[in-house]
């Protein structure tokens, strides 16, 4: 059987030319009874761009094989994967850019179920395999064993147990997202800010791209996972779970106090050695409002109060530290 990749015949013929993908619509059924909400506009999905290497990439090659570009599988995001990726925006509609994120991902993942055999079959079991650690070859044919191990991956991911991959799933494959109520709300309130550009998270560290960015920090405290710190300077190349008391702060600071702002570092890049952020308990913006901090400000003032307000312990800024003048740090 050849996957799913329109959402019905009428629609595509509808609205699309020949040639375009259309991204999967979230299936409501796809959630089980104890899911958190999530509208498929506001699912966050990794980036990735040249010089990236993980599992990600692996699932990312795979699905662009399977839209018929031809580039290797290793998990090395090349400039071959790029020409890939800009090849297939192309032919989607998409900005051409080479970088997969959340406008590609949706046209690059297709529904699967059992009887499928393709490229887009190797994505889900190479994920399942390789970073879930589910017992599973990597066959490309989508039989009774992967129909099993997807379903136990819903249903720890609070997904309904249909063995159908569609773009829950694959969200929570792919971002290492979990659909159980609760788990990381002010992580996810975060994180949908970020979706809805009322904050913004990094996602690099000053240059670098190593996982330690605040976007990756953020979703990996969604995922109920430990965030990685960065790996040069003073940084301790390690991962620390992310403090409760500062992702509701951080939280809150958009919701309840309404500032917009702009995180350049939570756990990652590098600090002075004993920094709260390798203690997942500090984060750093350098934006308010839409305005960069330079010096003092009544915006950067108000920014300082909230956090203490929010019982922060830490607060450096422009009114009480001469490093901080371009910045403000905040630590619980």
Not at 41 to 54: D, E, I, K
Not at 60 to 71: F, K, S, V, W
Not at 91 to 102: N, T
Request: net charge neutral.
């Amino acid at each position: 059987m050849t996957p799913v990749r329109l959402l019905a015949a009428t629609l595509v013929m509808a609205s699309c030319t020949v040639g375009e993908s259309t991204p999967l619509e979230g299936d409501p059924a796809e959630l089980s009874p104890n899911a958190a909400a999530a509208p498929p506009a506001t699912l966050v999905w990794p980036v990735l761009r040249q010089g990236a290497s993980n599992r990600s990439v692996v699932a990312a090659q795979y699905l662009l094989r399977d839209a018929g570009q031809t580039l290797a599988v290793d998990g090395s995001f090349s400039a071959g994967t790029a020409t890939a990726a800009r090849s297939f925006q192309g032919q989607s509609g998409l900005a051409v850019d080479g970088v997969i994120g959340s406008g590609t991902w949706p046209r690059l993942v297709v529904e699967l179920r059992q009887g499928d055999e393709s490229a887009a079959v190797s994505a889900a079991q190479d994920l399942l395999k390789n970073r879930y650690g589910k017992s599973l070859d990597v066959t490309g044919v989508f039989g009774t064993t992967t129909a099993t191990r997807v379903k136990a991956f819903q249903t720890e991911k609070c997904l309904a147990p249909t063995g159908v991959v569609g773009l829950y799933t694959w969200h929570a494959l792919i971002a290492e997202a979990s659909y159980c109520a609760g788990s990381g709300s002010d992580a996810g309130t975060i994180l949908a800010s970020h979706q809805a550009r009322t904050l913004t998270l990094w996602d690099q560290t000053f240059g670098r791209f190593d996982g330690a960015d605040p976007l990756s920090n953020v979703r990996d405290a969604a995922a109920g996972r430990p965030a990685k710190t960065s790996c040069y300077g003073n940084a301790p190349c390690t991962s620390v779970t992310l403090s409760p008391r500062l992702l509701a702060g951080m939280a809150q600071l958009r919701t309840r106090y309404g500032f917009r702002y702009f995180v350049t570092s939570i756990a990652g890049a590098t600090h002075s050695s004993t920094s709260l952020h390798y203690a997942g308990r500090a984060f750093d913006i350098d934006e308010i409002n839409g305005a960069k901090i330079v010096g003092d400000s009544t915006a950067s003032r108000q920014f300082m109060a909230a956090c203490t307000a929010l019982g922060a312990i830490e607060v450096l800024g422009p009114s009480n530290d001469s490093g901080h003048q371009d910045h403000i740090h905040c630590g619980w």
